[in-house]
């Protein structure tokens, strides 16, 4: 089959609260067709009663939702975006709100996942905003889906899920490897763009498929599903540590006087900010309607927009400068560079919720370039501007380099340490939802319980950072040894394991070098970074 985006497009139609796909391309040729959608299959899905899919039954049943709320940007009450109404947010202390697609009731931030048209089609949306509570082990993935997202509004969501703190760590990259490794952001950039393409044809390959695990369970069973589900929660729960770590380096940098004598203990200005973090993000943690907190996170492409402006115009219009030619290539410490690089795509997991969520799918191909080409250029534009003004002394932060007399390094640090306290309890959120569904359904203390799991996370987060509390180092232990997992190894091991025989020699020899590469990069980066932890730990 053609690879164009035409020959496959999806699209979803509300009967009776289930949405189902409909128009995919019978032209199926044999010159490497990517989906084995069989005309029986597409039959039966259309049965008036479908049976119950093995994707939406299995562990983990909230992904789809939790991811949904981590990495779409919902649409506020206001008329220049949309007719979203904030009164819709029935937010409440560990309620259960997750719903099936066959009732009615739906949840506003899953059902809405991106900015909505006001031109968008008003059928799909239930009259039903509060949602009666329902047993844990109910939760499912098949939820009522949006189809409603322009192109537009599925680049916005994939940048902000692509361009987070890790634009605040090229810099110190480039230091790391040199200006020749820049090379490999911009490889990484390439690979991680097609390998997100390779989600979007298994995708097409069922009708069932919705999110990434679900690509897993299709590819190798459940093992697969499992597995890919516990890479995902490693790399969430990985990232809710670094925002320990940022806050905590950006507050004492702002205050390195504060101490505090606590029964004898004292702590020094990074103990204590990472320890207030946690305390102040505790409660946001154990809201389950996170609604409130993905309008604000929607802020975090401006945000990352605005840091960057304030980094040029210190370098630009301030008195800091150009001051360092820099070096051509660093070979003893590349492979912590590598890990940074690659930490900077880490959005796959989310990738399939905005495919799934487009009113034209067809366009997802342009939506992913758009974002990669938009955040490889502010990756390498942060890069070379922050090692020209800083060279050797570039910290792991670019935000710690800045002269705090400017107005502009206040307004970059000021952003840097509000952004994380939305985006905390968004990103551990799924790692604790994924936990609480192995409550049982009919025990009593399921409220109690599920508390006490989203505190221990947080903690738990807390005392993992103190522990290492090296930001690059853990941004490049993330990058080799999870991101690369999700974005080079696992994708073209699902496509082949799924398309099996339909692809060409071609598509077999590209996915299996990309999984070389990934793999390599993995091992090399992996191995630099612990050994680097290790070696800062020992001094």
Not at 330 to 350: D, F, K, M, R
Not at 407 to 424: D, E, H
Not at 448 to 458: G, H, N, Q, V
Not at 480 to 506: N, Q, W
Request: with cysteine; net charge negative; glycine share 8%.
């Amino acid at each position: 089959m053609n690879h164009s985006t035409s020959d496959q497009s999806l699209y979803l139609e509300s009967d009776e609260g289930d949405d189902e796909r409909k128009n995919l391309s019978e032209d199926e040729q044999d010159d490497g067709t990517l989906s084995d959608f069989s005309h029986d299959a597409y039959n039966q899905n259309h049965h008036d009663h479908p049976k119950a899919s093995p994707y939406s039954t299995a562990w983990p049943k909230s992904y789809r939702q939790s991811i949904d709320m981590y990495g779409s940007v919902p649409s506020p009450n206001l008329g220049f975006l949309a007719n979203s109404s904030m009164s819709r947010l029935g937010s409440s202390f560990l309620s259960t709100t997750l719903t099936r697609r066959h009732t009615p009731e739906t949840l506003p931030c899953v059902t809405k996942p991106l900015l909505v048209d006001e031109e968008a089609p008003k059928h799909k949306r239930s009259s039903h905003f509060l949602l009666p509570s329902k047993p844990l082990s109910m939760v499912s993935h098949e939820m009522a889906i949006s189809k409603d997202s322009s192109f537009g509004q599925a680049v916005l969501n994939g940048v902000n899920v692509l361009c987070g703190v890790g634009i605040l760590s090229t810099p110190y990259a480039v230091k790391e490897g040199g200006w020749l490794g820049l090379i490999i952001l911009f490889a990484f950039g390439i690979l991680c763009f097609y390998t997100g393409l390779l989600l979007r044809y298994c995708l097409d390959s069922h009708p069932d498929l919705q999110t990434y695990p679900d690509i897993g369970h299709a590819a190798f069973g459940s093992f697969g599903r499992i597995l890919v589900s516990i890479i995902l929660y490693l790399e969430l729960y990985a990232m809710s540590v670094e925002y320990i770590i940022l806050e905590s380096d950006n507050l004492s940098s702002m205050f390195p006087n504060a101490t505090l004598s606590i029964g004898g203990f004292q702590l020094d200005a990074p103990h204590l900010f990472a320890l207030l973090t946690t305390l102040a993000v505790l409660p946001t943690v154990w809201l389950r309607d996170l609604s409130v907190l993905s309008y604000i996170s929607a802020g975090g492409v401006i945000a990352s927009v605005l840091v960057v402006l304030c980094l040029f115009w210190i370098g630009v219009v301030d008195d800091v400068g150009i001051h360092s030619k820099g070096t051509p290539l660093n070979l003893a410490t590349l492979p912590v560079s590598v890990g940074l690089y690659g930490y900077c795509y880490s959005g796959h997991g989310v990738f399939p919720n905005i495919y799934t969520s487009m009113a034209k799918p067809s366009q997802f191909p342009a939506v992913l370039l758009t974002c990669f080409g938009i955040c490889t250029l502010m990756y390498a534009g942060v890069a070379v501007m922050g090692y020209s003004m800083f060279g050797e002394s570039t910290e792991s932060q670019f935000t710690l380099n800045m002269p705090q007399d400017l107005v502009a390094s206040k307004i970059a640090l000021w952003t840097t340490v509000v952004n994380p306290f939305t985006k905390y309890a968004l990103t551990l959120s799924p790692v604790a939802m994924s936990l609480e569904e192995l409550i049982p359904s009919n025990h009593g203390k399921s409220r109690f319980y599920a508390i006490t799991i989203r505190s221990a996370l947080a903690f738990s987060t807390l005392l993992v950072g103190l522990a290492i509390p090296f930001f690059g180092l853990v941004m490049s232990l993330i990058g080799s040894f999870l991101t690369m997992l999700i974005t080079l190894i696992l994708p073209p091991a699902c496509f082949l394991s799924i398309v099996r025989s339909k692809v060409t020699p071609t598509q077999v020899t590209i996915c299996i070098l990309i999984m070389i590469v990934g793999a390599v990069c993995s091992v090399i980066g992996t191995y630099s970074a612990l050994a680097k932890i290790i070696e800062k730990l020992n001094t």
